[in-house]
């Protein structure tokens, strides 16, 4: 592991991992193997139960590193390279963990495409989002493609991507890109906030939660309905719903086990 992306474990059971390749954090080889190493360290470590995304330094990602997508001049290594850095991305969608986007600057390309890829987003209220890959010549191909349209509807992602244009968090909490906006100076402390009032909860009805939404989003209905009622059943034997339901029954706070 390199130093261009690295974690901390804070309270409450969160890690924060901090993409950290000056001046703009580009998504090089070296920070995005890192990237991926890191993910598989803390979604399958017991102690963190939610996990935060962010950048060192006033930018969160801006894009992969222009001097690397110069030199892929051949179908293969265009397949290749981007095939890759999907998976390595997709990992965050994946997480059975919450894994929530803290965007403290600008957000673009590749940058966006993480933040697509995380289960909630939080910004700072001076950040721009955008993909403006089709300014290079080519598209977003770390998933940027599929996972806008599915957020945002296809005539708003299609008005992203073909413009260029930067998006500000103004309008990407109108449309749903952004899940709260903050401050600059309030950013760290609301989004370790929030995600610690996640981390508190029972582990197993948060990864539950998640299964159910991530997974049923790509299924019809009965399907859906079908996932969401055998994760209940597995709920309705574990320790922590017995727990949960025996604190608010006898008014006092519940003490979950993750079991």
Known sequence: MNDKCYYQIEKENVAVVYFNNPPINALDTETMESFEE????????????????????????????????????????GVEITTKAQAIVSLCELSP?????????????????????????????????GLPEIMLGIIPAFGGTQRSPRLLGKAKALEFMLTGMFINMQEALQ??????????DELIEESLKFASSIAKKGQIAVRSIVEAVMKGSSMNLEDGLRLESTLF????????KKEGIDAFLNKRKPIFKHC
């Open 175 to 184: 449309i749903g890109l952004v899940n709260r906006v903050y401050a600059p």
């Open 97 to 129: 963990k919450p894994v929530i986007a803290m965007i403290n600057g600008l957000c673009l390309g590749g940058g966006m495409e993480i933040a697509l890829s995380c289960h909630i987003r939080i910004a700072s209220n001076t950040a721009q989002m």
């Open 38 to 77: 890191i993910m598989r360290i803390l979604i399958t470590d017991d102690k963190v139960h939610v996990i935060v995304l962010t950048g060192k330094g006033s930018t969160f990602i801006v894009g992969a590193d222009v001097n690397e997508v110069a030199k892929v001049n051949t179908f293969d290594k």
């Open 233 to 240: 059943g597995r709920l309705a034997e574990s320790h922590d």
